[in-house]
């Protein structure tokens, strides 16, 4: 044997030793806990989108829902998101997740952003009572609390979604829910069946109020409560109401109108507050969601050119059908949806009238690969001080393939 072959073996014989015994130190036995690091998880999902097909008015639009439908755009990447989470404590809950397919001009231009960044920290062994501390989304609403990955509908009703943007908001907010609670709300959507994830069956805190990576814009803080049950009926079949409300107070960004808000204010501050009713009826097979919100807040107004305090109203009622062939999901669906006031966080609180009926059909050939084609039938009236007059009607058909992994 030569010097050259007996010093390959020499090599190769330390570098195996040397794995094993890192493996040993790095590895959790039986007994040995592991480390914090050795619980955390990744996954994420990305959506692509087309909005272009069979567009019979490229002026109907809506920026809340999705910046790529209306104008001159095509393919847009709506969500790329990593997440990382984990139980790194018995009683801390550590989740993160960027998204990457944001952009501050609504063009398709990436770059990445904070949307999660929280941690829940357990008051009892179960961690049926926990705070959750950072920027999470909102207790208002369970379409709002539902993940884009999970949502049926491509974008989130206009009447709830206009209470929190983006859903999200730096806060700490309060949840809790048995642990049986707890497993069932895990298991509505890891089944499929489309669940807004655990929020607790009572959930109550205070947060700006801007929204997420805002900064706040007085000093006021909002304050948020939430109910929500879901009953099990018969064998498998789950039916989920809910109520909610909030108060607190906005500052609306203006360019060009007056204010009527706080007196001698350059701020533009006005109340915000709504209460808001959930029921859910699981689809098994057959579905229905209907929400419905109610309350005051900043909103153009086109006779006076002034941001006025008042109210709102509007919300949606949902139908669809699951149907589970083998390993694969179809769920044909049809939405209505109405509101009528004001967006306090687009430009002079703009002042919406919003009638839309949407039916699609959700595919998911296998787990990490679904489509979604909707025609949506839509009337909107958006005004600010800057398109005094708009009033915008018009249907396209609205595609988005969405990887999971």
């Not at 979604?161 to 959507?189: C, H, M, T």
């Not at 209505?336 to 006031?341: I, P």
């Not at 839509?378 to 915008?392: G, W």
Request: charged content about 20%.
């Amino acid at each position: 044997m030569s010097q050259l072959t007996r010093a390959a073996l020499l090599l190769t014989s330390f570098l195996i030793f040397f794995i094993c015994a890192s493996a040993q130190d790095t590895a959790p036995s039986a007994t040995q806990k592991p480390e914090w690091y050795q619980r955390l998880k990744i996954r994420g999902y990305a959506q692509l989108r087309y909005n272009k097909l069979y567009e019979t008015n490229p002026d109907l639009k809506c920026e809340q829902c999705d910046r790529s439908w209306g104008g001159d755009n095509g393919f847009f990447f709506r969500r790329i998101r990593i997440i990382f989470y984990g139980q790194v404590h018995e009683r801390v809950f550590v989740y993160i997740q960027p998204d990457f397919a944001s952009s501050p001009d609504g063009r398709n231009l990436q770059f990445g952003q904070i949307r999660d960044a929280y941690f829940d920290v357990g008051i009892d062994k179960k961690n049926e009572f926990r705070f959750r501390i950072g920027q999470s989304k909102v207790p208002f609403g369970f379409e709002n609390l539902q993940s884009s990955q999970n949502r049926i509908p491509l974008d989130r009703n206009d009447a709830l979604n206009s209470a929190v943007a983006n859903e999200r908001d730096i806060g700490i907010f309060f949840y809790w829910a048995p642990q049986k609670i707890r497993e069932r709300f895990s298991d509505l959507v890891n089944s499929g069946l489309k669940g807004s994830g655990d929020y607790g069956v009572i959930g109550f805190g205070v947060h700006n109020g801007q929204t997420a990576n805002r900064p706040e814009g007085n000093s006021t803080p909002h304050t948020v409560a939430r109910i929500s049950y879901p009953f099990l009926i018969g064998s498998k079949q789950f039916i989920e109401p809910g109520i909610q409300a909030y108060t607190g107070k906005n500052r609306v960004a203006s360019t060009s109108a007056s204010s009527t808000g706080v007196t001698g204010s350059e701020d533009f501050i006005y109340d915000d507050k709504r209460i808001a009713a959930t029921l859910i009826i699981y689809p098994q097979p057959f579905g229905l969601s209907a929400e419905y919100n109610i309350g005051s807040g900043p909103e153009y107004n086109l006779a006076t050119n002034a941001i006025e305090q008042q109210n709102l109203k509007g919300g949606y009622v949902m139908a669809s059908y699951m149907a589970r062939i083998n390993d694969q999901y179809l769920i044909p669906f049809t939405r209505y949806q109405y509101y009528d006031g004001g967006k306090k966080h687009e430009l002079d609180a703009r002042s919406y009238s919003v009638k839309e009926l949407e039916i699609g059909v959700e595919w998911q050939p296998i787990k990490n690969f679904e489509v979604v084609a909707m025609y949506t039938m839509s009337k909107r009236r958006f005004e600010d001080a800057a398109t005094p007059v708009n009033f915008q009607e018009g249907s396209l058909i609205r595609l988005q393939l969405q990887a999971n992994f």
